[in-house]
């Protein structure tokens, strides 16, 4: 069976990101490395780590990659790289260790291909590494809206446990810890796409899962996106955000997680509900016929 993979997108300025997410450039600095004839980035494939196999260094020494080089010098500095995708596919980020590159894409009729360019440059707030990133759509819920994504937050999460939220544009909304230990990942479920799940963002650190409820979560980051915008206009403070609306399971059993998935809202089938209470009941004995329902969380580690 053969299969074909087709380009959906390509990234205008690919050694500006490279730069950037390396330490080479700062966000001040708003040179883009783009070819003035062309548009495409004036550096040659190998920048990705694509070169050619004759490129490859054959010879019998090898050389010690300095230490802080960064991304500029590590054919396989994506690998390591946290990266995410809006699921409409006109928000790309890409994060390493400290730095956030923020893309936005347009469509390209002659190529029929999206193409991102850089929107902005972020730093991760007092220092502390990215672990892992989630472009969120949101919408209205307002009964005249279209359905469509009225803007993009782009969620951070941080080796310290914090969530960063921040406006496609790359400014920042707010920032609460969520728990101790590093973020693992971040995940929405939606009723859009399956009605056995709820509104709901899932946080997984180290060793436990936190679930933010998605209405609550949506108001919070409209009342910040609104605040923020009547202080560009010239009034108004700063605001004050209470803490999310949130479940938080701690996993004691498993040493470490690595990965969580939120199923949905499940319920137990009438006979394994009566067996297992027989089994852990003196004599068998039976309580209570109701069949209990709850949210069924998979976890790998």
């Not at 137990?268 to 852990?280: K, R, V």
Request: aromatic share 6%; net charge negative.
């Amino acid at each position: 069976m053969a299969c074909k993979r087709e380009a959906l997108g390509c990234i205008a300025g690919v050694q500006e990101v490279i730069s950037y997410l390396s330490g080479e450039t700062s966000s001040e600095d708003t040179s883009n490395g783009m070819d003035d004839d062309t548009g495409w980035p004036d550096s040659d494939p190998a920048s990705w780590g694509w070169g050619e196999e004759e490129a490859m260094d054959t010879s019998p020494t090898t050389e010690q990659t300095p230490a802080g080089a960064g991304a500029a010098t590590d054919p396989d500095w994506l690998d390591a790289a946290a990266v995410a995708v809006s699921p409409l596919g006109d928000v790309l980020a890409v994060a390493t260790d400290q730095r956030v590159v923020l893309l936005n894409g347009q469509w390209d009729s002659e190529s029929s291909q999206s193409r991102f360019t850089v929107s902005a440059r972020l730093e991760a707030p007092e220092a502390v590494p990215v672990t892992s990133l989630l472009c969120l759509p949101l919408a209205s819920n307002q009964r005249s809206s279209s359905g469509a994504a009225d803007w993009t937050c782009l969620v951070v999460g941080q080796q310290s446990g914090h969530l960063v939220f921040y406006t496609e544009d790359g400014s920042l909304l707010f920032r609460q810890r969520l728990h101790e230990s590093s973020v693992l990942s971040v995940s929405c479920s939606s009723r859009q796409v399956s009605p056995t799940v709820e509104d709901e963002l899932t946080v997984v650190f180290e060793d436990a899962v936190v679930m933010l409820d998605g209405f609550s979560l949506y108001q919070t980051l409209r009342a910040c996106r609104n605040q923020l915008a009547r202080v560009r206009a010239g009034g108004g403070g700063g605001l004050e955000v209470p803490p999310l609306a949130r479940s938080k399971w701690e996993l004691r059993l498993q040493q470490r997680l690595e990965t969580a998935e939120n199923v949905g809202f499940r319920s137990t089938a009438l006979f394994d509900h009566l067996l297992q209470q027989s089994l852990h009941r003196p004599g068998g004995t039976v309580s209570s016929g109701t069949v209990p329902a709850g949210s069924l969380l998979v976890t790998t580690g």
